[in-house]
């Protein structure tokens, strides 16, 4: 888009959408994925093999296994647990160890499918070269938004105004071709805005066959005031004074944002970085109506270059008094 001169087309005001700088909270989304079941067989094949249980019928007050092995030489008592050898062990029936390693096989291998390190998808690829498109309901492509910056002067955005902006961008007839067309938009700057505003202007981008045309996004910057230095509401003067005012008082007329003046009075002793707050004399606030920001007003103090023999005693005299 190229700026111009004089326009022939305004912008309809529906399409105008004002973002703010607010904090916003992060949604995060969960997907929670269900894990396999696995059945695991009982400890007691391997601790108690069949030869050593017992076959007799089981009673109703008993148990359907006996916990307590069936001494076969009773001669020889019965150890709790029966040890055996890898070697004794049958080569038929799986071994413990097996089962173990089997089970951590099937939950998943801690050395990752050579078939998918190092390797990124084909469509993320192609993502990664191509400039990011957004679609819609209808599904049609629509480019990003184009972002413009829109100055303003300190008084602009503390009394408000009507800024109009002139724009040239392609636009597509209905018989296929592209055609450059002016517009006029027109945007009200509201009291308190701050830099950093954004006023999107939807669908008034370039227009390109077969995709959606992309939104206008101006977003406010502040001019650099030569007197005064904007913090959140409040506005910030420096006045800079000589020592015998700084130490005797003064009347000082401090100008206002929009030309007005103001008389202050200060009978303080002042200091360097004194600092003396005016209420209710700096930006307006958007959050609450008729609410305006302070007007900090910080003192310089001139000191003198150099003093006289006669001077110095003087000064001397009095600051002894004072401590």
Not at 3 to 30: A, L, M
Not at 133 to 156: D, Q, R
Not at 246 to 258: E, M
Request: net charge positive.
């Amino acid at each position: 888009m190229n700026s111009g001169v004089p326009c022939f087309r305004s912008c309809n005001s529906h399409n105008i959408r004002v973002d703010h700088d607010h904090d916003r909270d992060d949604q995060t989304s969960t997907v929670t994925r269900a894990g396999n079941i696995y059945k695991h067989r009982s400890a007691d094949n391997y601790l108690f093999p069949s030869s050593y249980t017992s076959n007799s019928p089981l009673s109703r007050k008993s148990s359907k296994r006996s916990a307590t092995p069936i001494n076969v030489n009773p001669t020889t008592p019965t150890p709790l647990f029966i040890s055996m050898s890898r070697k004794s062990w049958d080569s038929s029936r799986p071994s413990p160890a097996a089962s173990v390693d089997g089970r951590k096989s099937s939950l998943g291998s801690s050395t990752p499918s050579p078939h998918f390190v190092g390797r990124v998808p084909s469509s993320r690829q192609s993502s990664l070269n191509n400039p990011i498109m957004f679609s819609n309901s209808s599904g049609t492509l629509k480019p990003p938004p184009i972002e413009k910056k829109l100055e303003c002067t300190l008084e602009e955005l503390c009394y408000g105004c009507q800024k109009k902006i002139k724009i040239t961008r392609d636009v597509v007839k209905d018989t296929g071709g592209i055609v450059r067309e002016e517009e006029l938009l027109t945007i009200k700057v509201k009291p308190g805005w701050k830099k950093g505003t954004k006023i999107t202007f939807e669908g008034m981008g370039n227009e390109k066959p077969g995709s959606n045309p992309a939104d206008v996004i101006f977003v406010i910057a502040e001019k650099r005031h030569q007197l005064f230095r904007r913090e959140g509401d409040d506005l910030e003067f420096a006045v800079r004074i000589p020592l015998v005012k700084a130490l005797t008082g003064c009347d000082l007329s401090i100008p206002l944002l929009g030309g007005e003046i103001m008389s202050l009075t200060v009978d303080d002793v002042i200091y360097p970085g004194f600092e003396k707050i005016v209420p209710e004399k700096g930006m307006p606030n958007t959050k609450h109506r008729g609410k305006r920001g302070d007007l900090r007003v910080t003192f310089l103090v001139d000191f003198p270059t150099r003093l006289t023999d006669e001077q110095r005693l003087d000064v001397l005299s009095i600051l002894q008094d004072q401590s």
